[in-house]
């Protein structure tokens, strides 16, 4: 996928009222893409968003494409893999659904169609939930899975590190850019994913600094990009409870510590246990028992909300 198509589809959801998804509509309109520059006065009569002024907006992004042209050498000359939703690196899981146009990412990108589990929980995870995840993490990484998770303290610290034993073996979703540290302590852990052969991934512009509805934006990616999920350590309440119907709605298995552990806070996993898709878990074998055997099947993203 061209740059300059890159370019184009970003340039398209900085208009007001053209998300991902219009702007990927407006993409495929085209044989050529960039034909859009010059869109005829119809494309307001084909699609109910593109009024006049819309249509004179998108007639008019040359120089802002131009700009994002430059920003996205200077990314990928720094690291910065800038990935197209046409492009085959682009995970399968997440273009099935109304997916975002471009994922920025940092390190390893070959980890994004191999096999993974999800991680998630509270950032107050106690310490015996901290350790049973870390524990747990690094032996599903011996056995060949990619622990994905979103950086945050607590929970998902403990899982990335856990699997930094192991090569290319964690994804870091962020709701910032992949050049931002949230939370600013993480610097180092995220420095030690790339070290390892791991990889940093956001839906957000390299440079993004944090943003509430962005920390929930990519439990949608976690999720999809995940054969089955952990949850750790949850309070029935926040990100964590999020991301469990998350993982509902795109039929993933579920997996929560089993009772005896004394893991807090708690109060969340009796709910998620009472569903029919959760099994309580004490080890990796635990787990690994569960998956099916073909995980493609799992990664089938119905619908990007």
Same mark, same amino acid.
């Given at each position: 996928?061209?740059?300059?198509? =890159?370019?184009?589809?970003?340039?398209?959801?900085?208009? $007001?009222? %053209?998300?991902?998804?219009?702007?990927?509509?407006?993409?495929?309109?085209?044989?050529?893409?960039?034909?859009?520059? $010059?869109?005829?006065?119809?494309?307001?009569?084909?699609?109910?968003? @593109? +009024?006049?002024?819309?249509?004179?907006?998108?007639?008019?992004?040359? #120089?802002?494409?131009?700009?994002?042209?430059?920003?996205?050498?200077?990314?990928?000359?720094?690291?910065?893999?800038?990935?197209?939703? =046409?492009?085959?690196?682009?995970?399968?899981?997440?273009?099935?659904?109304?997916?975002? @146009?471009?994922?920025?990412?940092?390190?390893? @990108?070959?980890?994004?169609?191999? #096999?993974?589990?999800? @991680?998630?929980?509270?950032?107050?995870?106690?310490? &015996?939930?901290?350790?049973?995840?870390?524990?747990?993490?690094?032996?599903?990484?011996?056995? *060949?899975?990619?622990?994905? $998770?979103?950086?945050?303290?607590?929970?998902?610290?403990?899982?990335?590190?856990? &699997?930094? +034993?192991?090569? #290319?073996?964690? %994804?870091?979703?962020?709701?910032?850019?992949?050049?931002?540290?949230?939370?600013?302590?993480?610097?180092?852990?995220?420095?030690?994913?790339?070290?390892? *052969?791991?990889?940093?991934?956001?839906?957000?512009?390299?440079?993004?600094?944090?943003?509430?509805?962005?920390?929930?934006?990519?439990?949608?990616?976690?999720?999809?990009? $995940?054969?089955?999920?952990?949850?750790? &350590?949850?309070?029935?309440? !926040?990100?964590?409870?999020? /991301?469990?119907? %998350?993982?509902?709605?795109?039929?993933?298995?579920?997996?929560?510590?089993?009772?005896?552990? +004394?893991?807090?806070?708690? #109060? !969340?996993?009796?709910?998620?246990?009472?569903?029919?898709?959760? =099994?309580?878990?004490?080890?990796?074998?635990?787990?690994?028992?569960?998956?099916?055997?073909?995980?493609?099947? /799992? =990664?089938?993203?119905?619908?990007?909300?």
């Amino acid at each position: 996928m061209e740059l300059t198509h =890159k370019a184009l589809l970003a340039a398209l959801t900085d208009i $007001s009222g %053209i998300g991902d998804a219009r702007a990927y509509e407006l993409y495929n309109h085209f044989n050529d893409p960039r034909d859009l520059l $010059s869109a005829p006065a119809s494309l307001t009569g084909k699609y109910h968003y @593109v +009024d006049e002024t819309t249509l004179t907006e998108i007639q008019s992004l040359d #120089d802002e494409v131009e700009g994002y042209l430059n920003r996205f050498d200077t990314y990928e000359s720094n690291g910065i893999r800038i990935i197209g939703i =046409k492009e085959d690196r682009y995970p399968e899981a997440v273009r099935a659904g109304q997916a975002p @146009v471009l994922l920025y990412a940092k390190g390893n @990108v070959g980890l994004l169609t191999g #096999d993974a589990i999800g @991680v998630s929980g509270s950032r107050e995870t106690n310490e &015996a939930g901290q350790q049973w995840i870390e524990s747990l993490s690094a032996e599903l990484a011996e056995n *060949g899975y990619t622990l994905v $998770s979103g950086g945050a303290r607590g929970a998902d610290t403990a899982a990335h590190r856990g &699997a930094l +034993d192991t090569d #290319d073996s964690t %994804i870091a979703v962020l709701g910032t850019g992949v050049n931002v540290a949230y939370p600013p302590e993480n610097q180092t852990l995220f420095d030690q994913i790339i070290d390892t *052969g791991g990889l940093l991934i956001s839906m957000r512009q390299p440079d993004a600094e944090p943003a509430r509805h962005a920390f929930l934006d990519r439990n949608e990616l976690t999720a999809a990009l $995940s054969d089955g999920m952990i949850f750790v &350590a949850t309070d029935g309440n !926040g990100g964590t409870m999020a /991301q469990y119907e %998350i993982a509902l709605d795109q039929d993933r298995p579920i997996f929560v510590p089993a009772s005896n552990l +004394d893991i807090a806070p708690n #109060d !969340g996993l009796a709910t998620i246990r009472e569903a029919d898709a959760t =099994k309580s878990i004490d080890t990796a074998s635990d787990l690994l028992a569960t998956l099916p055997t073909d995980h493609s099947e /799992q =990664k089938n993203l119905d619908e990007w909300t």
